[in-house]
């Protein structure tokens, strides 16, 4: 098939010649490529990331979608997100699901720094279903955790609990895992106290001392211990006083703040119901 080519260049310069149309787009291809590292080498990023893409519509290549999500990375992160999603599809085609994980992963970062949590959400988990295709059960645990983070903050409780206990007993099939294993135990109790579970709390204490021996004398386990103890008593000050002493000895984290301020709150009205007033 012979077709006439005829585009403009960024200098308003045209080209005119008659090609077949697989010359004609190794031609657009290759000055597209050239404009882009010109762009580049000026740290003109939207100008770089238009030429990337507009190459990776003719070579259907992921690496020109992910050369040009790199570069709107720098200053437009919707357009990056789109590019890195036609990356992340023809990496699937392809059966390539580790890359395709990273750059879901990566997409949900850009979506979570930009407080969008429902699309972090969605690609965390997705990045967490390519990585199990390519069976990698760390990096699958390490996107799940941020989706059970970003539930837990959207008070979703119960299900950011049953994920924190699964990676906690991931975690423990190897040895590197048993350290952070009691992490992800004590975030399943904090989920389970938000919601006022309190019978399940002990329950799933004994259940975690038995499979992680070393939890019991942890300081995440006393914690826990003095938190449910204040939440039985319905005794807000002592509860205050507990998350005050952890935290001198271990910072807590926002997000462990976050929760605590949850389970506080649920202590208060507990007390209040019970005519034990406020604090």
């Known amino acids: 098939i012979v077709s006439e080519i005829h585009f403009e260049n960024k200098d308003g310069s045209v080209n005119n010649g008659i090609l077949t149309n697989v010359e004609k787009d190794e031609i657009s291809a290759n000055i597209y490529l050239e404009e882009a590292i010109k762009d580049k080498r000026e740290c003109y990023w939207e100008g770089a990331g238009q030429s990337f893409s507009r190459r990776a519509e003719i070579t259907n290549d992921p690496h020109d979608y992910i050369e040009a999500g790199n570069c709107y990375s720098k200053v437009n992160y919707l357009e990056a997100i789109r590019n890195y999603e036609e990356a992340v599809k023809l990496f699937v085609n392809t059966n390539r699901f580790g890359v395709a994980a990273r750059y879901s ?33 760390t990096q699958k645990c390490q996107n799940l955790l941020k989706v059970a983070e970003i ?17 906690g007993m991931n975690s423990l099939k190897t040895v590197l895992g ?16 938000a919601i006022g579970n309190f019978e399940n709390v002990k329950t799933k204490i004994e259940e975690f001392k038995i499979a992680l021996k070393s939890f019991e004398s942890s300081r995440q386990h006393n914690f826990i211990l003095q938190l449910l103890k204040a939440c039985e008593d319905k005794n807000i000050e002592f509860f205050s006083e507990s998350c005050s002493l952890y935290d001198r000895i ?30």
């Open 105 to 137: 992963s990566d997409i949900a970062n850009l979506y979570e720094d930009n407080n969008d949590e429902d699309n972090a959400f969605k690609f965390y988990s997705n990045a967490a279903n390519h990585y199990e295709c390519d069976n990698k059960p």
């Open 151 to 167: 539930m837990a903050k959207k008070k979703e409780y119960k299900k950011a609990a049953k994920i924190f206990e699964e990676i």
């Open 178 to 193: 048993t350290f952070s294993g009691g992490m992800y135990f004590h975030k399943s109790l904090y989920c389970l106290m």
């Open 250 to 279: 271990t910072p807590l984290s926002s997000w462990e703040t976050n929760i605590l301020v949850d389970i506080k709150n649920l202590l208060t009205t507990l007390t209040e119901d019970l005519g034990g007033g406020t604090f």
